[in-house]
Structures are given as structure tokens and as C-alpha cells.
């Protein structure tokens, strides 16, 4: 199953990110993010789906809460995305 990652750089915001997130009506989840797709050493990965990320970019860039990095897996491999 495909999903995007949005990575935040640190606990906080990756709460913040998701509360935004689903106020808008968009679920998501949090977990530490994987250690090869980030060099901060305590970055959090927020999962969403692949049908969602538009309107997350959208609602977050309102919010302030522009994403460090955002990912999307398939096919069992990350790859980053340029927004």
C-alpha cells in the first residue's frame, strides 16, 4: 500500500502537524521516522494517504506548519518529493 510521509523535526510539531490535520478531516499517524530518510536524530514521520496529500499541503501551509520533507512509499522504497 502507497502512503506519503510528511517529516517534522521533532515530537511537537509532528503533534501540532497531525492535530492540524485532523481538524481538516484528514487521518494520520505519528511514528519516529525511518533513521535512513532523515539526519536529525529525533525527526517524526506523519502518514498519510496518497489521496490526501494535496489538501494536507494545503491546510499546513496555512497552519505555518510547512513539512521538512515529505516521502512517498511504494513499491517498498521511499522516495522524496519535490512540492
Given at each position: 500500500?502507497?502512503?506519503?510521509?510528511?517529516?517534522?523535526?521533532?515530537?511537537?510539531?509532528?503533534?501540532?502537524?497531525?492535530?492540524?490535520?485532523?481538524?481538516?478531516?484528514?487521518?494520520?499517524?505519528?511514528f519516529r521516522a525511518?533513521?535512513?530518510?532523515?539526519?536529525?536524530?529525533?525527526?517524526?514521520?506523519?502518514?498519510?494517504?496518497?489521496?490526501?496529500?494535496?489538501?494536507?499541503?494545503?491546510?499546513?501551509?496555512?497552519?505555518?506548519?510547512?513539512?521538512?520533507?515529505?516521502?512517498?512509499?511504494?513499491?517498498?522504497?521511499?522516495?522524496?518529493?519535490?512540492?
Amino acid at each position: 500500500m502507497d502512503y506519503y510521509l510528511i517529516l517534522a523535526r521533532s515530537v511537537t510539531y509532528a503533534q501540532r502537524t497531525q492535530r492540524t490535520l485532523s481538524r481538516a478531516g484528514i487521518r494520520s499517524q505519528i511514528f519516529r521516522a525511518p533513521r535512513d530518510l532523515t539526519t536529525m536524530g529525533c525527526a517524526y514521520a506523519i502518514r498519510i494517504s496518497v489521496s490526501d496529500l494535496s489538501e494536507a499541503l494545503k491546510v499546513l501551509h496555512r497552519a505555518g506548519l510547512d513539512p521538512v520533507q515529505v516521502y512517498l512509499f511504494g513499491k517498498g522504497v521511499y522516495q522524496e518529493v519535490r512540492f
